[in-house]
């Protein structure tokens, strides 16, 4: 097999693309889709700061890779949510890979911020993990991200988290959802502009790009993603990609022509949280400090037990 591109031996072939590359051309072709994906959806520019939410997985560490190649202000964000037999390693491969490249990565704790890690917030709060993963991450990201004055967060999803999310989205007919899918979020008061760079590149791509480089990254999944939605939603396309090459691409590109189609969901009215000052839909405190309020309220119960018990 050789590349497409020198006629050299290829290590990778790429059906969706047409194309079977080498290690350079591979590189080459990665790090070109994110630099051509920052040019066109206007994410950011080379004067601003970019935080890179980072998972100690393979995208997360390769955007973080090229983004700071590339020359941009980046710098990482790790937090360490206390999930039992995953969390320690994820953060030391996340850690590993900062110090051996100069990087700085600040790395905060879910205990500490909130006063439970997720294990711990599965078992005190209402909700599936996932989701309240989703919003005490969403929550702490953009907090930091703003305090630090970063103009851009930066996420690693790839082309296969992309196709997977629009097609739950399609399936359910979700227009606010639809309207929303995007490369780009725009930041809006104290909410952070928020930015897709690799949303072309599919994870085969972004797997082949770690090892050519030599980035060392955590294999492990989540324990809590077992029986994941989007776990499934990834299955069908690959099956259909298997048999029609192309599938996830195509699906992604044609929908971002049509986007505009959907009907956007109304504006939300957002206020400062009375508790911690961070944007918020709701009615008083936003969700994160209700949750913190909970985990504070079991662990007085807890006290008031023991001293009873005493």
Known sequence: ???????????????????????????????????????????????????????????????????????????????????????????????????????????????????????????LARGKTCSLCGTVKRYLMNKLAWEGEYQALATGHNLDDEAATLLGNVLRWDEGYLARQYPVLPGEGKLVRKVKPMVFLSEREMAAYCLIRGIEYLYQDCPHAEGARSIALKDVLNRLEDRYPSTKISFLRQFLKVR???????????????????????????????????????????????????
């Open 260 to 310: 505009d189609r959907f009907r956007p969901p109304a504006p939300v009215v957002l206020h400062d949280c009375p508790s911690c000052g961070m944007p918020t839909a709701a009615e008083g405190p936003c969700r994160f400090c209700r949750l913190k309020d909970t985990v504070a309220r079991h662990a007085s119960r807890v006290t008031e037990d023991r001293g009873a018990a005493a």
């Open 1 to 123: 097999m050789r590349c497409s591109v020198c006629g050299r031996e290829a290590v990778i072939k790429l059906r969706h693309a047409g194309l079977r590359l080498c290690p350079e051309h591979l590189v080459a072709r990665v790090e070109k889709e994110v630099a051509s994906a920052i040019r066109r959806f206007r994410m950011f520019s080379p004067e601003e700061r970019i935080l890179v939410a980072i998972s100690g997985g393979k995208d997360s560490l390769a955007l973080w890779h090229i983004l700071a190649e590339l020359g941009y202000r980046v710098d990482g964000l790790y937090i360490d949510l206390g999930i039992a037999g995953y969390s320690a390693p994820s953060r030391e491969a996340s850690e590993d890979f900062a110090r051996a490249r100069g990087l700085t990565l600040h790395v905060v704790s879910l205990a500490a911020e909130l006063g439970a890690s997720l294990d711990e917030l599965t078992r």
